[in-house]
């Protein structure tokens, strides 16, 4: 799904609009921190227009853009772990540990 | 030097003589003999929770739970009168599993007007009864009166749907006492907004509970995860509770913390600040009725600061609530001395913008962060356990919850075997 017009500059980043956790997350490992970083401060900078971009909707029957701005906004949650924190993808001493995500509410 | 009041016996833990403050020893962790022993005298026997009414909304809503550790798996359903059922999930045909998919070992869920056989299509209603027999006609005599679903005990209490394989069990809300009691009233049903997620570990269930039983790690272990400075000033302080309370065989913490929002705002990281939550949740209570003043069983303490109680609700449910205006849920479920199915889920008030949506996010990815670094030790502290080169260890006050969970699941063992001993000596008895 494209992004909202308004939001050209985040295009280069709109691989990152994935509607589930698992996605998300796989993503996340996958990715360098280069790309994460880069993603990070291209999104965090424009958290605040999105939310209220995405809330000049009704909630329960957002358009298909600013959806995908939401994905867009989730990842960016997703990211800022390894960005702000860990400096890896990974959550650090998690060794071999996982915790699969098996229902959330996918906007 | 204490931060926090603690009882006038001079601990939490020697207000309770029975638990003694001696070492713990944890082969109770490791022998197989035992979990056998566990498994009989504790999930056989033991209100056990599977699950929410918000999972079966209506007339046919259904899904089912895997209960290893019973040997058996259960069919929760609603049923026509609106009553939630369980029953065994097998055909009383042949006993085909009734209920399944592709995946015999899978749990499932959906909505049906019955439950039809895959083997021989025998049906049963949603309230268990046999209504069809293909080929009726070629059975000996059978009355389809004598063979609904063998049903087990399910009760209901605040919306959390228990079940117990013991047909005398006492009833739910007499077994959850007193800490139950006081959480009667909270807004569970409002929180409907809900995130599950599940792993397999390599330990034996009670490694988890004592991980989540307990904060005294939480800065040290989680010491990464908070900012430079607060991390530094949190392992200094260490953790105290602000009260623990036991009424056996349950328990509960009462823990502080969760600055919503933070003295300092650079306590906390960019993305807590611009959302305005964190691990504690959305720092902005939902506007939903329930919430002030709070049932009288959370914050006993009465505390300014308090941030988090969690109840243990023997033997493998844990709730814990959080003072932000949402709650979590975690439960264990054996499948082996040193394996069990790990299952969470956190519980929000739906969110009505894209705001407390993503608060709500970032609190889920942060639980995830934390609980994949608690979930690793767990398999280490299994392997050197089963080395039996220690096998008793020193808890300190703060472990108080954990010291309990073992005495009461070594103390069930030990009375099962009493009974089962006696009922053997009788049928001797008897027999001469």
């Given at each position: ?43 965090f ?16 029957d957002?358009p ?20 702000e ?8 001493d ?5 915790l ?8 | ?28 962790s ?26 079966v ?30 029953f ?14 592709d995946?015999?070992?899978e749990?499932v ?24 027999i ?6 000996f ?29 006492q ?29 397999e ?27 430079k ?26 823990s ?28 902005d ?7 002030d ?7 006993p ?31 264990y479920w ?51 356990l ?38 053997e ?8």
């Amino acid at each position: 799904m494209p992004l909202p017009a308004d939001f050209a500059d985040l295009r280069p980043y709109a691989a990152w609009a994935l509607a589930t956790e698992p996605e998300r997350y796989a993503k996340r490992l996958a990715a360098s921190m280069d790309e994460m970083q880069s993603f990070y401060d291209a999104a965090f900078a424009r958290l605040e227009d999105a939310i209220a971009y995405i809330d000049s909707f009704p909630w329960d029957d957002l358009p298909d853009d600013a959806r995908s701005l939401l994905h867009l906004m989730q990842s960016l949650v997703m990211v800022s772990f390894p960005v702000e924190v860990w400096k890896q993808p990974r959550v650090p001493d998690s060794g071999a540990a996982y915790l699969d995500l098996i229902s959330e509410p996918v906007v | 030097m204490p931060h926090f009041a603690k009882p006038e016996a001079g601990s939490w833990t020697e207000q309770y003589p029975e638990l003694g403050t001696g070492p713990v020893s944890y082969t109770d962790s490791i022998d197989p003999a035992h979990y056998e022993a566990e498994r009989a005298a504790i999930f056989k026997r033991t209100w056990l929770n599977v699950g929410r009414v918000e999972q079966v909304p209506r007339t046919g809503s259904y899904f089912t739970k895997e209960l290893a550790v019973a040997d058996t798996s259960l069919i929760i359903v609603r049923g026509k009168d609106k009553e939630v059922r369980a029953f065994h999930n097998i055909c009383r045909h042949r006993g085909n599993k009734l209920v399944w998919n592709d995946y015999p070992g899978e749990e499932v869920k959906g909505v049906c007007r019955q439950f039809t056989c895959k083997y021989h299509a025998w049906r049963y209603d949603l309230e268990g009864r046999l209504t069809f027999i293909q080929q009726e006609e070629e059975f000996f005599g059978v009355d389809k009166g004598d063979y609904g679903l063998k049903q087990v005990r399910c009760e209901i209490w605040e919306g959390f749907v228990f079940v117990n394989l013991d047909p005398g069990a006492q009833p739910l809300a007499d077994y959850l006492g007193e800490l139950g009691k006081g959480l009667e009233g909270y807004p569970f049903h409002e929180m409907t907004e809900v995130y599950t997620y599940r792993a397999e570990i390599g330990s034996n269930w009670k490694l988890f509970v004592d991980a989540f039983a307990e904060f005294y790690h939480a800065p040290v272990l989680h010491q990464k995860q908070a900012v430079k400075g607060e991390a530094d000033k949190l392992f200094n302080v260490g953790f105290e509770a602000l009260h623990y309370e036991l009424r056996s065989p349950h328990s509960m913490i009462s823990s502080w913390g969760g600055m919503a929002p933070p003295k300092d705002p650079s306590m906390v990281k960019p993305i807590e600040r611009a959302l305005r939550s964190g691990l504690f949740g959305p720092w902005d209570r939902p506007g939903i009725e329930g919430l002030d003043p709070l049932p009288p069983g959370l914050n006993p303490a009465r505390h300014r600061a308090w941030g988090t109680d969690s109840f243990t609700f023997f033997p493998n449910f844990m709730l814990l609530v959080w003072a932000p205006g949402w709650y979590l849920t975690y439960h264990y479920w054996p499948t082996a001395v040193d394996r069990h199915v790990f299952e969470t889920s956190l519980h929000f008030v739906p969110p009505a913008n894209a705001r407390e949506r993503l608060g709500q996010e970032l609190a889920a990815v942060t639980f995830k962060e934390y609980a994949l670094q608690d979930a690793n030790t767990l398999e280490a502290t299994q392997t050197m356990l089963k080395s039996r080169a220690v096998t008793e260890f020193p808890l300190n006050d703060q472990e108080i919850l954990l010291r309990n969970l073992h005495k009461v699941a070594r103390d069930r063992v030990e009375a099962h075997r009493v009974d089962e001993h006696k009922a053997e000596e009788d049928l001797d008895a008897a027999a001469r």
